[in-house]
Nanobody
Framework: QVQLVESGGGLVQPGGSLRLSCAAS????????IGWFRQAPGKEREGISC????????YYADSVKGRFTVSRDNAKNTGYLQMNNLKPEDTAVYYC???????????????????WGQGTQVTVSS
């Protein structure tokens, strides 16, 4: 059974940084796409980034491009989302998700992913 555990969320001032981690168990991440999503109160879940399993493909939503960096360490079976220059509008619960797709490329369509973490709260406020 695949389990994902996110960590690294918290309260940060505008302009600050956080690094989210997504540790997987029950599966080897080598053949999995990792997607990152967030959901603010009263809003739909938003796909913000993904990283492919093998061809290096990476996607960022316009809302985070230039501020967030997605990465993965297959040896540690963990994905990361480095978030810099955080803004109040980044406040949300952040989720990672994985799906087996060894063919390359990635998408941020929530319905495509079957395995989800529990979410971690990120609050950006002064």
């Amino acid at each position: 059974q695949v389990q994902l555990v996110e960590s690294g969320g918290g309260l940060v001032q505008p302009g600050g940084s956080l690094r989210l981690s997504c540790a997987a168990s029950g599966a080897r991440l080598d053949d999995y796409v990792i997607g990152w999503f967030r959901q603010a109160p009263g809003k739909e879940r938003e796909g913000i980034s993904c990283i492919s399993s093998g061809d290096g493909a990476i996607y960022y939503a316009d809302s985070v491009k230039g501020r967030f960096t997605v990465s993965r360490d297959n040896a540690k079976n963990t994905g990361y989302l480095q978030m810099n220059n955080l803004k109040p509008e980044d406040t949300a619960v952040y989720y990672c998700a994985i799906e087996s797709w060894p063919s390359g490329g990635c998408i941020v369509l929530p319905s495509w992913y079957k395995n989800w973490g529990q979410g971690t709260q990120v609050t950006v406020s002064s």
